[in-house]
C-alpha cells in the first residue's frame, strides 16, 4: 500500500469525508480491520478563506504548497488535494513537489465520459462557478458543453457551501433550493450535475435526483484508494 499525502483543511468537513472514505475503500479491498496508510496536512481553513474571499491567489496557492513540500517531506508517494477550489494550486504543488498528483478534474471527466454525460451543470463555490480557471481545466480534458448557474442562483448556491456546509451545518430548506436550481438547468438541456465542491456531497446524492449525480468526492477518493493499493 502506497503512502497518499492528504492536503486538507479547505474545509475540515470535506478532509473528516475523505478520510473515512480511503479508510472504507481499504477495508473494502483487504478485509478485515485494514485502514488506508495517510498523512495529512490540514491548512487553516480561516486563512485559506481569507485568501479566497480577498482573490489573493498567489498567498493562497503558496499555502498549498507549503503544504505539499512538508508532506514530500514526510515520504508520500503521491498527493491528494480535497478540494475542488484547491486545485488551483494543483500545477504548482505538482511542479515544486515532483510527486505524483492525482487530479479531481482527470477523474470527473473520465466519470462523465464513462457515463455519457455531455451537457453537465457545474456547481461548486462561486469561484468554481464564475471564474474561469477550474472550467478551463475541465475543457482541456471533456469536450462536453458545461453549463453554469445564473449569478442569482451561483449566490444561493455559495451560501449553502460557505455559510452552511463548511460549518456542518445541512439543511433540507437548503438541498430543496439546491434541487430546484438543478431541476430549471435541466429543463434547459443539463443531463447531468457536477458536485464541484467536496462539501456538496453533504446535501445532495444520487438519491435525491433521477440526474445523474458526479460525486467529485467519491470519485477522487476511490481514485485515490486505487492508485495507493495498487489497483490502477
Known amino acids: 500500500m502506497k503512502l497518499l499525502g492528504l492536503i486538507g483543511g479547505v474545509s475540515p468537513e470535506a478532509t473528516a469525508i475523505y478520510y473515512r472514505q480511503l479508510n472504507e475503500a481499504a477495508r473494502a479491498r483487504f478485509g478485515g480491520q485494514h485502514s488506508a496508510n495517510l498523512m495529512i496536512y490540514a491548512l487553516d481553513y480561516g486563512v485559506m478563506i481569507r485568501h479566497y474571499d480577498n482573490r489573493d491567489w498567489d498567498a493562497f496557492i503558496a499555502e ?33 513537489t515532483g510527486l505524483p498528483l492525482i487530479h479531481m478534474l482527470d477523474v470527473l471527466a473520465d ?15 462561486p469561484v468554481v462557478m ?19 448557474p445564473d449569478e442569482k442562483e ?65 470519485l477522487h477518493a476511490a481514485a485515490a484508494a486505487r492508485y495507493a493499493f495498487g489497483d490502477a
Open 111 to 125: 466519470e462523465m465520459r464513462a457515463r455519457g454525460v455531455t451537457r453537465p451543470l457545474l456547481t461548486g463555490t
Open 64 to 96: 498549498v504548497v507549503k503544504g505539499g513540500e512538508r508532506l514530500k517531506a514526510a515520504g508520500v508517494d503521491a498527493l491528494v488535494i480535497s478540494s475542488n477550489t484547491t486545485h488551483v494550486a494543483a500545477d504548482a504543488v505538482r511542479e515544486a
Open 154 to 218: 451561483q449566490a444561493v448556491i455559495g451560501r449553502i457551501i460557505l455559510d452552511e456546509l463548511v460549518n456542518g451545518d445541512v439543511r433540507d430548506e437548503s438541498r430543496d433550493e439546491y434541487l430546484e436550481i438543478i431541476g430549471r438547468w435541466r429543463g434547459k438541456g443539463a443531463d447531468g450535475v457536477i458536485l464541484g465542491c467536496t462539501e456538496l456531497c453533504m446535501i445532495l446524492n444520487q438519491s435525491h435526483t433521477d440526474l445523474p449525480v458526479l460525486d467529485t468526492t467519491a
Open 130 to 148: 464564475g471564474e474561469d480557471h477550474y472550467r478551463a481545466e475541465l475543457r482541456r480534458r471533456f469536450d462536453g458543453d458545461v453549463f453554469v
